[in-house]
C-alpha cells in the first residue's frame, strides 16, 4: 500500500526558511514521481512541481519557478519542499502526491501540511 | 498561458444527475483526470485517463470526452458526494500539467 506521510503543521514569521517533508512507504520510492501541491485558503489545487526521486530531476511550474526548492533524498524516502525566505502569501496547505508508470498521475496522497506565515 | 476552465458551482437534488464539465484546447489530445475534495480532506482520484473509474469509486461516478471538453457525470448524486472537484491535465507539449480552478458540487 502507497503511503505518503506529511511533517506537522508550520507557524513561521515572513523572511523565515522553511522545509517540509513528505515520507513515502509500502512501494518502491526511487520510481514514484512525487509533485506538490498548493492550496491556498479557501482556494483551489495549484501544481507546484514534481520530482523523480531516482535521478532528481526536478520540473517546475512556471508560477513557482525560483520561489521554492524541491529535492528528495533517497536513503530516508522522503521528498522536501523548501522556501529560504517565507512571505505571507505562502500560507497554504501543502500537499505531496506519487503515482509512477502504471498509475494516473498523483494518484496517492499525503495528508497535506499547514504553513502559516504571519508576523 | 494555458489553462483548464470549470464552472463554479452546480447545484442538484439528493437522486439527480450532476454534470461537471472543463474545457481546455488539449483536451482533444491529452487525458484528463478528475479529482474529489471534500472539506478539511486530501483530493482523491475519481477518474483517469477520462473514463475509467480507479477501484474504490461508486459506480455512480462516470466520465466522458467530446472535442474540447470533458465532464464528470454523478448519476443520482448523494448527499455525501457535496465536495470540490477539480480537473487536472497537460497542455500540448505535455510538460505543464495544471488544475481545472474547481466546481463546488451542492447535493441538496
Known amino acids: 500500500e502507497v503511503r505518503l506521510e506529511q511533517s506537522g503543521t508550520e507557524v513561521k514569521k515572513p523572511g523565515e526558511s522553511l522545509k517540509i517533508s513528505c515520507k513515502g512507504s509500502?512501494?518502491?520510492?526511487?520510481?514514484?514521481?512525487i509533485t506538490w501541491v498548493r492550496q491556498m485558503p479557501g482556494k483551489g489545487l495549484e501544481r507546484m512541481g514534481i520530482?523523480?526521486?531516482?535521478?532528481?530531476?526536478?520540473r517546475y511550474n512556471p508560477s513557482f519557478q525560483g520561489q521554492v526548492t524541491i529535492s528528495v533524498d533517497k536513503s530516508v524516502t522522503t521528498a522536501y519542499l523548501q522556501w529560504s525566505s517565507l512571505k505571507a502569501s505562502d500560507t497554504a496547505v501543502y500537499y505531496c502526491?506519487?503515482?509512477?508508470?502504471?498509475?494516473?498521475?498523483?494518484?496517492?496522497w499525503g495528508q497535506g501540511t499547514q504553513v502559516t506565515v504571519s508576523s | 498561458s494555458y489553462e483548464l476552465t470549470q464552472p463554479p458551482s452546480v447545484s442538484v437534488s439528493p437522486g439527480q444527475t450532476a454534470r461537471i464539465t472543463c474545457s481546455g484546447d488539449?483536451?482533444?489530445?491529452?487525458?484528463a483526470y478528475w479529482y474529489q475534495q471534500k472539506s478539511g480532506q486530501a483530493p482523491v482520484l475519481v477518474i483517469y485517463?477520462?473514463?475509467k473509474r480507479p477501484s474504490g469509486i461508486p459506480e455512480r461516478f462516470s466520465g466522458s470526452s467530446s472535442g474540447t471538453m470533458v465532464t464528470l457525470t454523478i448519476s443520482g448524486a448523494q448527499v455525501e458526494d457535496e465536495a470540490d472537484y477539480y480537473c487536472?491535465?497537460?497542455?500540448?507539449?505535455?510538460?505543464?500539467?495544471?488544475f481545472g480552478g474547481g466546481t463546488k458540487l451542492t447535493v441538496l
Open positions: 502526491a506519487a503515482h509512477d508508470s502504471n498509475t494516473p498521475p498523483a494518484a496517492f
Open positions: 487536472y491535465s497537460t497542455d500540448g507539449s505535455g510538460d505543464l500539467w495544471l
Open positions: 509500502g512501494y518502491s520510492f526511487s520510481t514514484y514521481w
Open positions: 520530482i523523480y526521486p531516482d535521478d532528481s530531476d526536478t
Open positions: 488539449a483536451l482533444p489530445k491529452k487525458y
Open positions: 485517463d477520462d473514463t
